[in-house]
C-alpha cells in the first residue's frame, strides 16, 4: 500500500538516493571551477553587463567631454654636463658632477625639489594664480568636496572658520601645488632630463617648462658661488689664524736659541768624541794605579819578610840588583841595601799617588763633559721640535694661502654642470582628457563590473532557480515546475484554473499530475501527500490546484486538510459553515462521509481540519488515523494530503508513514538551501524519501531577469501569451 521508498543503509549509501546530509555534501563539495558554467551566468547576464557598460560609457564620456578640464602638456630638455673642465682644478670647491646613477638620480631630485618649485612661484607670480592658488577661483556651487563638507557638518556639526592663511603659507600651499603639475623625469641611460609642465593654458605650461630650466642652471651656478664664497671667507679666516701660529712658532725658536749655549749637531758629535777618549784615558790609568798598588803591597810584603833576593826581584831596579851582589859579597851592608829598597818603594807609592791624582781629574773630567752632554742633547731635541713645528706651520700656511688664492680666482669664473639642450614649445593639443581612451576604459570597466555583479549575485545566491539547480542540489527528481498565479487573494486562485485552463499555471498541475501518475507505471499512487521545509511555499496551493486537476480526470477525489495548527483551507473557497471535520471522525463523533464536504469551486471532496487542544502529532500516529486512512483508499481513487511544513513540525514525517507520494514543494528562488538540505534530512531521519520535488511559485519575469527565460520549458510561451494579453 505504502509506496514511499523507505530509506536504509544501503539505500541511503545508493547516489540516487541521498539522505540530508548526503544532500549537503552534494551542495558543497563543488569546489570545482566549471568555465562552461560561469560562461552561462555571464551569459544570463549579458544584458545587465551590457547596461553597466552603457552607464559607465555615458558617465565616462559625460566626464571627458564636459566635466573634464583640457589641460596642455609640453617639456624642456636639461642635459648633465659630467665632463666639464675647470678653469683652476680646486676639486673641493668647484668640481663637475661625476656621471654615475647616483649623481643622475641627486640632480633628478634637485629638479624635484620644493626650493626650486618655491623660487619658480616666485619668479611667475604663480600665487595669483587661480589654478594653483584655490582661494582665487570661483565658486563651482556645487563639488564633491563640499559634499563631504556637508554630510560631515550634519555628523560632526559645523566646522569653526579656518582664519586665512599667512603668506608664508600660501606659498608652501601654492607651491605644493605647482610641484604636482610638474614631472621631472630622466631619458633612460643617457645624462637628459625631461623637464613637463602640465596646465590648463598651453603658454603657460611653455613658460614654467622654460623657467625652470633655466632656473635649475642657474641654481647650480649660484651653488658654485656660494660655496666658493664660503670657501674664500673661510680660507681667509683660517690663513689669518695660521700665520699667527706660523710666527709664534718662529719667535719661540728664536727665544730658545737665545737662552740657550750655541748647540748645534757637530758640537754635540765633538763633546760626544772627547767623552770617548777620557773614558779610554781614564780606564788606562785606573788600570795601571792597580798595577802599582799590586807590586806596592808585592814589595812591603817582600820588605816585610827580609829576603833581600825576593825585594830584589820584584823591584827589578840594576842599582839594587847590583846592590845585592855587593851585599851578598860583603862589600857593602845591608843596611844601605834595605835603605835603597825603601826609597824606591816610596817612589813607586809616588807613582801611586800621582796616578790617582790623574784618575780623579779623569773622572771629574769625563762627569763634566757628560752632563755637558746631557743638557746639549735636551736643548738640542727642544729646538729640533720646535724648528719642525715651526716648518710644519710654514708648510699648512703656505697650502691654505695657495687654496686661497685659487678659490679667489674661480670667483666669477664658475660654470655650470648642466645646460639647456631643448626649449619647450607651444603645445597645440591638449595632453589630457584622452577622451577615446576614456570612454573604452570606462566601457571595460563597466564590463567588469557587470561582470562582477553578476558574478557577485550568483555567488550569494542560496536559493533555487532552476530546476536542474534543485535536482542537482537535492539529488530527488524534480517532478513539476509551478510558476506563480497572479491571482492576489487565496480564494481566486482555483478560480485563475477553472478559468483559465490553458494557463501556464494550469498545464504545469496538468505536466505534475501526470509526472506523478507515471511515477508508478505498475501501481500508481493513491494516497498523495504535500509538505515543504518552512511555511510559504505553496504547498497548500499544490494540493487545491492537484486535486481539482484530478477531478478532470473523472476520479474519486478527497482532499485532507492535514495542517490542522494553521486551518488555511477556507481562506481558499467559501465554505465556513461545518461543525465536523477530521478530529470529528478521528473521535469517533461523526462519520467520514458525514464530515466530507462537497467544494463546488474545487469539484472534490474535502476532509477540513478543525481546530483541537490535543497533540496533533500524537493525533497522526494513533491507530484512528492509520483507520481513517485505510477507509479513505477504499472510498476514494485518489487522496491528497496536505501537512504542515517539515522544519517547523513533525506531523509530516508521521503522516508520511501511511501515503504512497510525497511531493516536498520548493519555493522559487526565496527557500534557501540549508533550509531544504535540513528538510529532506529531516524525512530521511524517519526512513522517507520524497518521490520528488516541485519548484513552486516560479516568476517567469524574474526568471528572465536572471537570464533563464529559456528555461522554464514548454510553459514558458504560455506564460509569454498571458501577460502580453
Known sequence: MNNIEPINQNTAAHPNHPTGPQVETVIADDDEIDLGQLFRTLWRGKWWIAACMAVAVLI???????????????????????????????????????????????EVEVLKSRELAKKLVVKLDLVNDPEFNGRLREDPGFSVGQAKSFVKG?????????????????????????????????????????????????????????????????????????????????????????????????????????????????????????????????????????????????LQAAGASGNRQEMARILNNPTLNQSL?????????????????????????????????????????????????ERQSKDLVTLQQLTREAEAARSIYEYFLGRLKETSVQQGIQQADSRVLSKAVLPTFPSAPRKSRIVALAGILGLMLGAGLILLREFLNNTFRTSQQLETGTGVTVMGQIPRLPARKRRNVIKYLREKPASAAAEAIRNLR???????????????????????????????????????????????EG???????????????????????????????????????????????????????????????????????????????????????????????????????????STEQTQVSEGLRMLASVNIRPSGVVLSQIDMKGMKRYGYGGQYGAYSRYGRKYYTN
Open 60 to 106: 565616462g564620456g559625460y566626464y571627458a567631454y564636459i566635466v573634464a578640464v583640457p589641460v596642455y602638456s609640453t617639456t624642456a630638455f636639461v642635459t648633465l654636463e659630467n665632463r666639464q673642465e675647470q678653469v683652476v682644478d680646486f676639486e673641493s670647491v668647484v668640481s663637475g658632477l661625476a656621471g654615475d646613477q647616483t649623481s643622475i638620480n641627486t
Open 154 to 298: 550634519l555628523i560632526t556639526g559645523p566646522e569653526p572658520e579656518a582664519p586665512a592663511p599667512t603668506e608664508e603659507q600660501l606659498l608652501e600651499n601654492v607651491t605644493t601645488t605647482v610641484t604636482r603639475a610638474i614631472n621631472i623625469s630622466n631619458v633612460r641611460n643617457t645624462y637628459v632630463f625631461k623637464i613637463t609642465a602640465t596646465t590648463e593654458d598651453p603658454l603657460k605650461s611653455r613658460l614654467m617648462a622654460n623657467t625652470l630650466a633655466d632656473l635649475y642652471v642657474l641654481n647650480q651656478l649660484d651653488v658654485k658661488f656660494e660655496a666658493t664664497q664660503r670657501a674664500t671667507e673661510w680660507l681667509s679666516e683660517r690663513v689669518a689664524d695660521l700665520q699667527v701660529d706660523l710666527e709664534a712658532a718662529e719667535a719661540e725658536v728664536k727665544a730658545f736659541n737665545a737662552q740657550t749655549e750655541l748647540i748645534s749637531p757637530e758640537a754635540l758629535e765633538g763633546l760626544n768624541r772627547q767623552a770617548k777618549d777620557t773614558r779610554e784615558r781614564l780606564k788606562l790609568t785606573t788600570e795601571r794605579a792597580q798595577a802599582a798598588a799590586s807590586r806596592i803591597e808585592a
Open 325 to 373: 851582589k855587593r851585599v851578598e859579597s860583603g862589600t857593602m851592608p845591608g843596611e844601605l841595601f834595605d835603605t835603597q829598597f825603601d826609597q824606591l818603594v816610596r817612589g813607586e807609592t809616588v807613582g801611586l799617588t800621582r796616578l790617582e791624582g790623574q784618575i780623579s781629574g779623569l773622572t771629574q773630567s769625563l762627569d763634566n763633559i757628560e752632563d755637558q752632554i
Open 514 to 560: 501526470t509526472s506523478i501518475m507515471l511515477s508508478n507505471v505498475d501501481k500508481p499512487p493513491q494516497v498523495i501527500m504535500l509538505t515543504s521545509s518552512i511555511p510559504g511555499e505553496g504547498k497548500t496551493t499544490i494540493s487545491l490546484a492537484l486535486a481539482q486537476s484530478f477531478s478532470g480526470l473523472d476520479k474519486r477525489v478527497l482532499l485532507i
Open 563 to 669: 495542517d490542522l495548527r494553521r486551518l488555511v483551507f477556507s481562506e481558499y473557497f467559501s465554505e465556513k459553515d461545518y461543525e465536523t471535520g477530521m478530529i470529528s471522525v478521528l473521535a469517533g463523533q461523526t462519520r467520514l462521509q458525514d464530515a466530507v464536504r462537497q467544494i463546488p469551486e474545487v469539484g472534490t471532496d474535502v476532509l477540513l481540519g478543525e481546530k483541537t487542544e490535543a497533540n496533533v502529532a500524537d493525533l497522526f500516529s494513533s491507530d484512528r488515523f492509520a483507520q481513517l486512512m485505510k477507509a479513505v483508499r477504499s472510498a476514494y481513487d485518489i487522496i491528497i494530503i496536505d501537512t504542515p511544513p517539515v522544519l517547523v513540525v513533525p506531523d509530516a514525517r508521521t503522516i508520511a508513514q501511511h501515503v504512497d507520494a510525497l511531493l516536498f514543494a520548493v519555493h522559487w528562488d
